[in-house]
């Protein structure tokens, strides 16, 4: 049973850092595509990055040159780092895994989601 645990959500001004994790259980790193995705208040949920089996990484226009997605393989654990935050950032982040490579599961197909950390950017 696979289970994913994010955490680092928190309350930071505008031009802030965070850096979110993940934690997983029941499913390898090395293996498949894992990705993080957001959902502000009243919108759609929509992908921010990915990361594919061979560290392949793919980025939403809108954090490109902000945020870096990166995973640790050793420690079972996926990172966003994410850096000159603006209010518009705001939103549920979360964390979400599949067995299969990215071109086929992200950003529609993802199979194990955690249930997310809270990230509120303020002017």
């Known amino acids: 049973q696979v289970q994913l645990v994010e955490s680092g959500g928190g309350s930071v001004q505008a031009g802030g850092s965070l850096r979110l994790s993940c934690g997983a259980s029941g499913y390898t790193f090395r293996r498949g595509c894992m990705g993080w995705f957001r959902q502000a208040p009243g919108e759609e949920r929509e992908g921010v990055a990915s990361?594919?089996?061979?560290?392949?990484?793919v980025y939403a226009d809108s954090v490109k040159g902000r945020f870096t997605i990166s995973k640790d393989n050793a420690k079972n654990t996926l990172y966003l780092q994410m850096n000159s935050l603006k209010p518009e950032d705001t939103a549920m982040y979360y964390c979400a895994a599949d067995f299969r490579i990215c071109v086929y599961a992200y950003p529609n197909g993802m199979s194990y989601w955690g249930k997310g950390t809270l990230v509120t950017i303020s002017s």
């Open positions: 990361i594919d089996t061979d560290g392949r990484t």
